[in-house]
């Protein structure tokens, strides 16, 4: 949701990170063109699920070797992220320092 969304924006951004936010789906190309460093995405998006947006982003060659953190609140987050074969996972709720730690595990 863009309210979970902002909050993470707002916070790795105060932790020194450089953010860019999508409140929807766009395309991998456009994804592949900002050249992040991580991509952290949930889940439950309105027009198709998270893990296949992963999935999507591991078969394009620009994005393919980029780390990824698949957050939901969903039972089944295990299942989909080892689906997706993402580089970690994170259950909600969650709290924003452990959010942190993934990332500057991933990112440094």
Do not use: W
């Not at 789906?25 to 991580?38: G, M, N, R, V, W």
């Amino acid at each position: 949701n863009e309210t979970l969304q902002s909050l993470i924006a707002q916070f790795l951004l105060g932790s020194g990170y450089r953010v860019t936010s999508y409140p929807a789906l766009t395309s991998i190309e456009e994804l592949a063109a900002i050249q992040a460093d991580l991509f952290i995405i949930d889940e439950r998006l309105p027009s198709v699920s998270g893990h296949i947006i992963c999935i999507m982003l591991h078969t394009h060659p620009g994005t393919q070797s980029i780390p990824q953190i698949l957050i939901s609140g969903s039972p089944m987050l295990d299942r989909y992220a080892e689906l997706a074969e993402v580089t970690a996972s994170l259950q909600k709720p969650f709290g924003m320092a452990e959010l942190l730690i993934l990332v500057k595990d991933i990112c440094g």
